[in-house]
């Protein structure tokens, strides 16, 4: 079966999907968790056999680290498989009612998006995670993880399947893309696939936004902002920067950039360059900011970069205003936060900075999903429309109008004698 | 000023018109309403000529309808600018609460979606409407109107620009476009547009999507259809079938496919032939129906076809599940209907059929955000994502997290000795 086969196989049985119950997807999750157990030996093997063709790769030992899917991992994911069970189904939630006319009723009712796919980093967990949520979401799926997971990913891919198949979900639910030239296959099926979430290298997102013409969710940069504010704390400024930067650099809700109210940047900015100089951290200034300390000059070009590293640029504002123009000018829309004991500017920065995520008072390494409590994470999204910021199952997740009618037509409502609608919100019940 | 250019400006500005109260909304509308009243003599010579002009083109008498904005439409569109301001402001609404641990609390806050690019109709009441939703939902917007409308359209934007800033609505928050050409250069400005709309034509629609990175709210195809099931009331059936094709033929959500179940079609197609011959109907059937009732042959093309005439092609299918796989396989996923008495095969439809609007008992012509009750429609969407079926208001807003901390950091919630977290759900209140 090539790609488009399998993209058409799965637009063709997303409505069976959508249209199974919430027990018997449950089932199902139940049903891969006992093949991940009784399969534990062979899913091992092909993690061994990817494990020594990475270290062979020379691949960097974080990587491998992520790579490895060991017993522990397994009932890791046995767990998460376990807490998704727990969930109310998402399917058919009636989110808004109301009587158009006597008899005429019209339902919002919650159905999963259709067909959707995930491009994800080389974590055999990830597999076991996304396409669970998309069966509790009841959205078909197909799955192109990391190449150096390939072996492990193929025997999870074809225990899933065969596990929720015999639990009675439609087969060619989930399918499994093996190469890129299977991804560059799979962009092409807009008239199949209706959502693509592509997790990992910021390069590859970017790409993927501008070769598709499937809705794309996720995000191409993180380029986040901490606002150290004329009003701020400035121990807790120290604190929150250094964590913002520090904690995890290699990932898109780190800092990238720190701004500092001039009113506060000759107190705070020699402070913060010895935390930072602890932690090795280069800082790259502003003219003014290399006034006060003894840092690296930053070019324009530095208001723009994703460092992913340990660097950090540094510019002074004079006002709160400068700091909100430069988020909406030079940032990504990810994650921003402000410093600051003063409420009214706070929320003034909040109303203004055009981001997924506006925090106060705390680091930008909140913003995921799990910390969120959304659970599982999709991804996170710097788009403005459908879902933005970390995305849990609810981003997997539309409606569908149902009209309840007994003979009702639309001539009767219009011309001289027309009926008149009575548009009464309804109380809310589930129908089914 | 170029489109770029005005594209640019609107997002400038768009974080600044997010943070307008409701208040300074509602008087900006009501300082549109009052130069529509002011001004109206320029808007009535500018539409006199473009109605002069479109006579002269020989545009067809309902165009011309469309077209005319007489102090009538004038007062209609004061009425509902005034409705509008009866309306809570949508911006700021606290979607959801949860504290993350003590004195961590996130916010889900609804907020505009930025910048928004609507493409309408050669009716000037759409263009008051459209800003007039735009500027209460807090969305810049660029705007263009069908070309024989462009005399009384620039007057029109010219006012309401004007009106507008007066009330301290940030400059350049509302834009015109004029040609084609200006088109063409706005499917370009995927930096500083956020979601373009467009309405009428289909053709037109489908080549903004094929042509533009910015996401589209809209609808290419409308191919709706009416099912016929073996248990319909066939009277109730024919009074459905009968107003989802001819109520108005030249809509997206009429009826351009009938579909009758196999142990009814030779009972309910006779009846059926002779009321849609008394509305003048060209019917195409397939074989079966043909030796039921003397109609043109349909092709395999008819049942992909927008007729949006009287027209209709018509299927007998051999049960329920052929019927949900024919419109999904060959409808658009826009609005389709089941007559039936039996209440979980209309069920089982409304669950497999993969269309914005599953309609039972009643006419496809209900697809509508005027009859869905939703105020003023937006459009009508076949997107997955976002918003679908009838969009109003809320299909113009989108969320932005906002988390309130005191110094917390990510770093105190890793490693052996982390917190926990205590996400636990908050009651809402708004914080603003």
């Known amino acids: 079966m090539n790609i488009r086969q399998m993209a058409m196989k799965a637009k063709t049985v997303s409505p069976q999907l959508a249209a199974v119950n919430g ?25 061994q056999a990817d494990l020594r063709s990475a270290e062979h790769d020379n691949l960097p030992a974080p990587l491998l680290k992520r790579l490895k899917f060991d017993p522990a991992k397994i009932q890791e994911a046995i767990e998460g498989l376990k807490s998704l069970q727990q969930l109310p189904n998402p399917v058919g939630t009636v989110l808004s009612g109301m009587e158009l006319d006597k008899g005429l009723e019209l339902f919002k009712v919650s159905c999963p998006i259709g067909v959707v796919g995930v491009i994800f980093e080389s974590r055999p967990d990830a597999l076991v995670q996304i396409s669970s949520l998309c069966l509790k ?34 087969e060619g639910w989930i399918g499994l893309l093996e190469t890129r030239a299977d991804v560059q296959e799979m962009l092409k099926q807009d008239s199949f696939i209706d959502l693509i979430i592509p997790r990992g290298s910021n390069a590859f997102v970017g790409y993927i936004m501008d070769h598709s013409r499937i809705p794309v969710l996720g995000h191409a940069d993180g380029i986040c ?13 120290e604190k929150i920067t250094l964590d913002s930067k520090c904690q995890y650099v290699a990932v898109c809700n780190a800092a990238e950039t720190l701004l500092v109210h001039q009113d506060v940047a000759g107190a705070f900015l020699p402070k913060m360059k010895a935390v930072f100089d602890a932690h090795q951290v280069e800082q790259r200034g502003c003219e ?18 994703e460092y992913l590293d340990t660097i950090i640029s540094i510019k002074i504002v004079d006002s709160l205003a400068q700091a909100i123009e430069h988020i909406n000018r030079y940032g990504s ?13 706070a929320e003034t920065f909040m109303n203004r900075v055009d981001s997924a995520d506006v925090f106060l008072n705390c680091s930008t390494r909140f913003s995921d999903g799990y910390r969120f409590g959304l659970g599982a994470e999709v991804g996170i999204s710097t788009n403005k429309i459908h879902a933005r910021g970390p995305v849990g199952m609810e981003g997997l997740m539309i409606y569908q109008w149902r009209l309840m009618g007994n003979g009702h037509v639309v001539s009767d409502y219009s011309g001289p004698r027309a009926k008149l609608f009575t548009h009464r919100p309804l109380k809310l019940s589930s129908p089914s």
Do not use: F
């Open 333 to 345: 829309g990810h994650t921003d936060a402000i410093v600051t004991r003063d409420a009214g500017r």
């Open 225 to 237: 902002h901490v606002y150290v504010d004329k009003y701020a704390d400035l121990s807790m400024a």
């Open 288 to 305: 003014r900011t290399r006034d006060i300390v003894d840092v690296l000059p930053a070019v324009k070009a530095d208001w723009r970069t």
């Open 23 to 47: 027990e018997q997807k449950n089932e199902a999750l139940a049903a891969i968790a006992e093949a991940l157990v009784r399969h534990q030996d062979e899913i091992l093997a092909a993690n």
């Open 137 to 170: 979401s009841g959205n078909a799926v197909l799955l192109k993880g990391g190449t150096e997971a390939s072996r492990t990913n193929k025997v999870l891919a074809k225990l899933i399947d065969r596990a929720t198949c015999k639990a009675g979900i439609p």
